[in-house]
């Protein structure tokens, strides 16, 4: 069934610094899509890359989907301390079975 | 955010209790979701359905039963969970259904459950 890896499950980085978390599928994907979850709350959806190759920027974020439409990478540029939370990317299921599957999260923690 | 709402927001039950969680979307929405978030685990998709059919049953064990009224209510009815059950179940709702242009997930702020 669809694989979704996504790495690193855990990052602390200094107040400023950037960030970056992938995710990888073992298959081609139609899409994909990325949340962020805040500590005590619940996933809010960023936002979904369908074009290979796209790249899509919210402010300081900055998403990207690969040529092959099998990775993604969501970078975040001078992090804040509102930046902190968990990052989730979503991908289809295989056909079928046509739900979104997630990604384990990338937990990120800025130290001010 | 009021787009999806759930009750009650804590729950604590024994083993032997019947009780059931509520998820309502305000948003003219399709599909509905159950999820589980437990410690250290990803997002474990429970149920789906769109258009008050379900669509998908991701093996959830029959102590979670769902039920769907119409498009806009989702309930998740439980009975003789066990202590590994206990977690943050999340209901989520989507304007397509899942695959489609749209299905981006709205949801809810969750069940905190604790099983005795």
């Known amino acids: 069934g669809q694989q979704v890896m996504q790495i690193p499950q855990y990052q602390h980085v200094q107040e400023g610094e950037d960030f970056t978390t992938y995710c990888n599928s073992s298959?081609?994907?139609?899409?994909i899509q990325w949340y962020k979850q805040r500590p005590g709350g619940h996933p809010v959806f960023l936002i979904q890359?369908?074009?290979?190759?796209e790249v899509k920027k919210q402010k300081r974020l900055t998403f990207q989907f690969g040529e092959a439409k099998k990775n993604s990478s969501l970078h975040i540029t001078a992090t804040q301390t509102t930046d902190v939370g968990t990052y989730f990317c979503?991908?289809?299921?295989?056909?079928?079975?046509?739900?979104?599957?997630f990604g384990s999260g990338t937990r990120l923690q800025v130290q001010p | 955010e009021t787009g999806v709402t759930q009750t009650p927001r804590h729950l604590v039950m024994g083993m032997t209790n019947k009780k059931s969680l509520k998820c309502e979307q305000h948003?003219?929405?399709?599909?509905m979701y159950w999820y589980k978030q437990s410690a250290k685990k990803p997002l474990e998709l429970m149920f789906v359905?769109?258009?008050?059919?379900?669509?998908e049953n991701n093996s959830v064990p029959s102590r979670f039963s769902p039920e769907c009224p119409n498009s806009s209510h989702l309930f998740l009815h439980l009975h003789t969970l066990q202590p590994e059950d206990s977690a943050l179940y999340l209901c989520?709702?989507?304007?397509?259904?899942?695959?489609?242009?749209?299905?981006?997930?709205?949801f809810g702020p969750g069940t905190r459950l604790t099983v005795l």
């Open positions: 989520a709702s989507s304007r397509e259904p899942p695959g489609q242009p749209g299905d981006t997930q709205y």
């Open positions: 298959t081609t994907l139609s899409n």
């Open positions: 890359l369908v074009k290979s190759g």
């Open positions: 979503a991908v289809l299921k295989d056909t079928g079975r046509r739900a979104l599957t």
């Open positions: 948003l003219g929405h399709n599909a």
């Open positions: 359905y769109s258009l008050e059919e379900r669509v």
